[in-house]
């Protein structure tokens, strides 16, 4: 649904976006992680056909970006890094005049209007101005505002940012529910945590550039990312990080407990066990943890700033 | 055509109706940018600051302006002018009915820059609507409003006249061309404010260049009060008549900022552009690359020969239109100068013998080497003067004053011609002093002419797939490259050709 081939942009000399490829299949989620400046928004922009690309093609919901501009903006919803609200409409003519704009009759968008308020908990303020919303409901208009015409293709920037956590999981819940409906999404955001627990595909950006693209465990595999391991024995651990710090390397300890990580667990965990056996201690656990985005996202940003360091501005 | 999909878990039909193209037809263009026209004229209406002015512009000031007209009018009779008190009458209509439209800028000026200052801009970019949707739709919103006003303020006005106790009754044929100046005046305000809407950085940018719309409007306003004052009735050419040719000219204008309006409209620097500030070096560097481009990309030549068979070639390539609309206009302006010399009023009686041999031989006398040297001088000087002059004055007229200016010149030749052929004159003369150099000159002020007009012609209507920036500066690029690289060479080399060679070819034909 979402596919791009060397996407490029430059505004006059300044390379913003650089050959940025990724394929988003229908029903799969694709968070877009990087840091401010990264080219996330010009992406964005040339997938809604408002940013002409300069080298590369994109193909939305099968349409061309530069070709049939109009069809891909009718295919996609966005919600822009700004809510970008009317303040002084009510939020009922608000969704009302968009749902207009995008050709839908007078009773499916009235219906559809108060479905999707109703599912994130607006529905008792929908009689309000929108100028009257706080920040996070203002944010969940904005998205009802992206989902009002059923897009099969949906590109939100931080959709859960200015939210509380109860407000922040309606949306993550929807996205979930949506995506079981076979729609694409593509999400920027700088919450790794959520980008974690709905994303089926990571892409991370820097400079314009795609450094990394994959599943997290695709990721994490790149990164080369060691296996960490908690082992947990019954009582104090009595020098049991010190028995083992020439098989592993120990990364944490704490009350009967410590955490090692090793290049392969089933090549050293046996071994280590014998080990710990031999010397009388009592195991109680062996349990895999697995690196965090946010350990692949710091580690995938610290060798890119290596291979290619940030010029001065 | 369009395509739907369906979607499952909503009662409601799930519909995403796709556009068949991205053009559409004009009752489709119309109906979408309506939506837009409707929004904003809702919004318009909400805001207390555009309400107060519009309600008062309509209630109160023209009760006030028909009081000022009864005042004005009583005072004016005690010294015997009744006549300027009565048509100051109106004056005052026309005034009543311009103060509301001058709101329709403040709407005008903000509708693109306002959003986008506001943020609420890009959303209504990432839906389907067009370019032309969205210019229209907003052209319209900033209108309606204020010519609602103005239409209920003269109308409020025109009332209280027929009500009042002045005697004075408006001619039919004013009151409807003050109506249709009003609407005019309205339409320019806000074609031209749109313009500067969109392609403005800031609200702040965009009500400073407001300057160039609102103070020519004041000056027409002006020079209309005037052609009022002058003439009592609607059809003498040199007063109210004249108002007919006013409001043709404005209609141009209005076509020709609508038409700017809708072809710069570019979604991309709407969202793009956020700086005030001038990148003056970089535009200049720009421009340098453009005079040394060998292609749309910019890439330059490499020596000064491949400028000459490379780049001046890529550039004259681009002059094509320009010199054919430009010729057009030169044709056109010499059979003009030929036409009006054919009038009676208009011939002169060219004198006997002057062309004979013992004229020419006193002034080849008089063609010393010092009054040669100052003669090229003269001749090259003018001819470069005249073109820089059309440049620059093209610049700001979109092009419209480099035809204007040069194509002058065939006006005379064509009147001397057309008086060489009414007196019997022999014509090879004529041709021996013109041909030589002619041949060279003609064609170079004709390519320069061109080349200014392209200048100020490309901001009405940029290539495909370039800014208006962009397009600005790729022309000054062209203007330079071929000005020092063709033009200004042979303008030197048919100046000396007319100094040096010219008289000796009309010397032999004389004799």
Redesign the interface.
């Known amino acids: 649904m979402i596919e791009t081939q060397d996407l490029t942009k430059e505004f006059d000399e300044f390379l913003a976006v650089d050959r940025v490829s990724i394929r988003v299949g229908a029903g799969e989620v694709l968070a877009v992680l990087g840091p401010n400046g990264a080219g996330k928004t010009t992406t964005v922009r040339m997938m809604t056909s408002i940013l002409v690309p300069t080298r590369g093609t994109a193909r939305i919901a099968g349409y061309d970006v530069v070709r049939d501009a109009a069809k891909v903006r009718a295919s996609v919803g966005v919600l822009t890094e700004q809510h970008g609200l009317y303040e002084r409409m009510k939020v009922l003519e608000y969704l009302d005049f968009f749902g207009e704009i995008y050709h839908l009759t007078k009773n499916v968008r009235q219906t559809r209007a108060r479905e999707l308020l109703e599912r994130f908990g607006l529905a008792e303020a929908m009689n309000r101005r929108v100028g009257d919303y706080s920040k996070g409901m203002k944010q969940k208009l904005a998205l009802v505002r992206a989902l009002l015409h059923h897009p099969p293709v949906l590109l939100l920037d931080e959709p859960t940012s200015a939210m509380d956590p109860q407000s922040a999981k309606q949306v993550r819940d929807a996205i979930i529910d949506l995506q079981k409906e076979e729609r694409t999404f593509l999400i920027t955001t700088h919450n790794l945590t959520e980008a974690q627990a709905l994303a089926n595909k990571i892409a991370i950006i820097r400079h314009g550039r795609i450094i990394a693209q994959g599943s997290l465990a695709e990721l994490g595999q790149q990164m080369g990312a060691q296996v960490r391991i908690e082992l947990r024995v019954n009582g104090a651990l009595n020098g049991v990080a010190k028995d083992i710090g020439d098989m592993v390397e120990i990364c944490d300890t704490g009350d009967g407990w410590l955490q090692y990580s090793t290049p392969d667990a089933s090549v050293t965990n046996p071994v280590l066990l014998r080990k710990l056996i031999g010397l009388g201690v009592e195991v109680v656990s062996l349990t895999p943890i697995t690196s965090t985005l946010e350990d692949i996202y710091l580690k995938i940003m610290e060798e890119d700033e290596v291979v290619h360091p940030m010029q001065s501005l | 055509m369009t395509t739907t ?1 369906n ?13 068949a ?2 053009s559409h037809g004009f009752s489709e263009t119309l109906r ?1 940018a309506l ?1 837009i026209t409707r ?1 904003e004229v809702r ?1 318009s209406l ?2 207390w600051r555009i309400i107060v002015p519009i309600v008062m512009l309509t209630f109160f000031f023209p009760f006030l302006a028909q009081w000022v007209a009864s005042g004005f009018s009583n005072f004016l009779s005690q010294y015997g002018a009744e006549l300027v008190g009565e048509r100051s009458i109106p004056f005052l209509l026309m005034i009543v009915g311009f103060f509301p439209i001058s709101i329709s800028l403040v709407i005008a000026l903000e509708t693109f820059v306002g959003e986008k200052e ?13 370019n032309t949707e969205l210019y229209i739709g907003k052209t319209l919103a900033a209108m309606i409003p204020p010519l609602m006003a103005s239409f209920g303020g003269m109308m409020v006005y025109l009332l209280s006249l027929l009500s009042g106790q002045l005697a004075w009754r408006p001619q039919a044929m004013l009151v409807i061309q003050i109506f249709m100046l009003t609407i005019v005046q309205a339409l320019v305000m806000v074609t031209g404010a749109v313009v500067v809407s969109s392609q403005a950085t800031s609200t702040r940018a965009a009500n400073l260049l407001a300057s160039f719309i609102i103070i020519p409007m004041t000056l027409l306003i002006n020079a209309e009060s005037i052609m009022m004052f002058l003439a009592p009735d609607a059809i003498s050419p040199y007063g109210i008549g004249s108002l007919w040719a006013v409001l043709v000219g404005m209609c141009v204008v209005v076509v020709l900022f609508l038409r700017i309006g809708n072809t710069i409209f570019n ?2 620097e709407l ?2 552009r956020n700086l005030d500030s001038m990148n003056i070096s ?1 535009t200049i560097r720009k421009i340098g690359r453009y005079i040394r481009a060998v292609d749309d990309a910019g890439t330059p030549a490499r020596n000064l020969l491949e400028w000459y068979t490379k780049a001046i070639p890529y550039s004259l390539r681009k002059q094509k239109r320009a010199v054919l609309v430009t010729l057009g206009v030169s044709l056109v302006a010499f059979v003009g100068g030929f036409a009006v010399g054919l009038v009676p009023e208009w011939r002169i009686v060219l004198p006997q013998g002057t062309l004979s041999p013992r004229t020419v031989a006193i002034i080849n006398d008089i063609l010393t080497p010092t009054v040669q040297r100052e003669a090229l001088t003269f001749i090259v000087g003018n001819n470069v003067r005249v073109l820089l002059a059309a440049t620059i004055l093209a610049f700001f007229s979109f092009g419209v004053m480099a035809l204007v200016m040069t194509p002058t010149v065939y006006v005379v030749l064509g009147y001397i011609f057309s008086q060489l052929v009414l007196s019997g004159s022999d014509l090879t003369v004529y041709f021996a002093a013109l041909i030589p150099h002619g041949m060279i000159e003609l064609p170079t002020v004709l390519l320069g002419t061109a080349v200014a007009f392209r200048l100020g012609a490309v901001v009405t209507r940029p290539p495909r ?1 370039e800014t208006v920036g962009h397009a600005v500066v790729v022309a000054f690029g062209d203007t330079i490259k071929l000005g020092l690289g063709v033009i200004l060479p042979c303008l030197i080399v048919a100046a000396l050709i007319e100094v040096y060679i010219t008289f000796q070819v009309v010397q032999l034909v004389v004799r």
């Open positions: 999909w979607t499952k878990n909503s009662e409601a039909a799930d519909e995403v109706v796709l556009p193209d991205d979408n939506i929004r919004d909400r805001d506001r943020r609420s801009l890009e959303p209504l970019l990432s839906t389907p609507l067009t979604r991309e969202l793009g970089g797939g």
